[in-house]
């Protein structure tokens, strides 16, 4: 057996983030062999290159530009910090996947989820998760959960006009239907210790079924 790889999706300010945390926490001290990651970054290749496309000054990068970025930051994590851990069976939360660039670049920046896809596939090997959790949130309450929080950096994609984060969860809708197999929708605009339980329960359910 290997690992177990989950994902986590959405638009800005879902409440991935400070639910993933809370969970990897929780499943540590019941002594599950987890690991919390995010893409882009969770090394410090992909940290660097993260730096490059969030930076609100680069306002002139092209959209393939970003969505190569984002693949070449994905292959370094995937194959430095994602794989070795399914190898030493343990089970990966990873903050935003492939999911994200077929949405964001392929679908809302109109490059085409199909060729965003391919490039993916390229730099993934075509490695896919056995789960995603889709926080599914309109967009504009997200970015309002951003805009009250102060501690949080908005980033170049937070600074994007409103159409923008709709053509992202219309995105979204898209590739959750194309792989609906993996996809369990939890509803994040509720308070957040139900968003948590809820998202609690279907991991601790899907890790039981699947040996662990
Ligand atoms: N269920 C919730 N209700 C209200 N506020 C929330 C909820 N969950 C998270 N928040 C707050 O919303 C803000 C965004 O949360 P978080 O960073 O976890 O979202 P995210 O999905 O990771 O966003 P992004 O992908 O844009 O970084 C934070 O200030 C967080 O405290
Ligand atoms: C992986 C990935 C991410 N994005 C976007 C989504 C967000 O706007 C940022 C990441 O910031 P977060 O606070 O860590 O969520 O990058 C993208 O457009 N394409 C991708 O593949």
């Given at each position: 057996?290997?690992?177990?790889?989950?994902?986590?999706?959405?638009?800005e300010?879902?409440?991935?983030?400070?639910?993933?945390?809370?969970?990897?926490?929780?499943?540590?001290?019941?002594?599950?062999?987890?690991?919390?990651?995010?893409?882009p970054?969770?090394?410090?290749?992909?940290?660097?290159i993260r730096s490059v496309i969030l930076d609100c000054n680069n306002t002139e990068m092209d959209a393939?530009t970003e969505a190569?970025l984002y693949?070449?930051?994905?292959?370094?994590?995937?194959?430095?910090?994602?794989?070795?851990?399914?190898?030493?069976?343990?089970?990966?939360?990873?903050?935003?996947?492939?999911?994200?660039?077929?949405?964001y670049q392929?679908?809302a920046r109109?490059?085409?989820?199909?060729?965003?896809?391919?490039?993916?596939?390229?730099?993934?090997?075509?490695?896919?998760?056995?789960?995603?959790?889709?926080?599914?949130?309109?967009?504009?309450?997200?970015l309002?959960?951003i805009?009250?929080?102060?501690?949080r950096e908005i980033n170049r994609l937070d600074q994007e006009e409103?159409?923008f984060h709709?053509?992202v969860?219309?995105?979204?809708?898209?590739?959750?239907?194309?792989?609906?197999?993996?996809?369990?929708?939890?509803?994040?605009?509720?308070?957040?210790?139900?968003?948590?339980?809820?998202?609690?329960?279907?991991?601790?359910?899907?890790?039981?079924?699947?040996?662990?």
């Amino acid at each position: 057996m290997k690992g177990l790889f989950i994902t986590f999706e959405g638009p800005e300010g879902a409440g991935k983030t400070s639910v993933i945390q809370k969970l990897a926490e929780e499943l540590k001290y019941r002594n599950y062999p987890v690991i919390l990651t995010r893409e882009p970054g969770g090394i410090a290749i992909a940290e660097q290159i993260r730096s490059v496309i969030l930076d609100c000054n680069n306002t002139e990068m092209d959209a393939r530009t970003e969505a190569l970025l984002y693949a070449a930051a994905r292959r370094q994590h995937l194959v430095e910090r994602v794989i070795p851990a399914l190898e030493e069976k343990k089970i990966v939360l990873c903050d935003r996947f492939i999911d994200s660039s077929l949405a964001y670049q392929g679908f809302a920046r109109e490059i085409g989820v199909e060729d965003v896809l391919s490039i993916n596939e390229f730099a993934t090997e075509k490695t896919l998760p056995s789960l995603t959790i889709y926080f599914d949130i309109d967009p504009e309450a997200g970015l309002k959960r951003i805009a009250a929080n102060n501690k949080r950096e908005i980033n170049r994609l937070d600074q994007e006009e409103l159409d923008f984060h709709y053509r992202v969860k219309a995105g979204y809708d898209l590739v959750r239907e194309k792989y609906k197999d993996r996809f369990i929708v939890v509803d994040a605009s509720k308070d957040f210790d139900s968003v948590y339980e809820k998202t609690k329960n279907v991991i601790v359910t899907f890790l039981s079924e699947n040996g662990y």
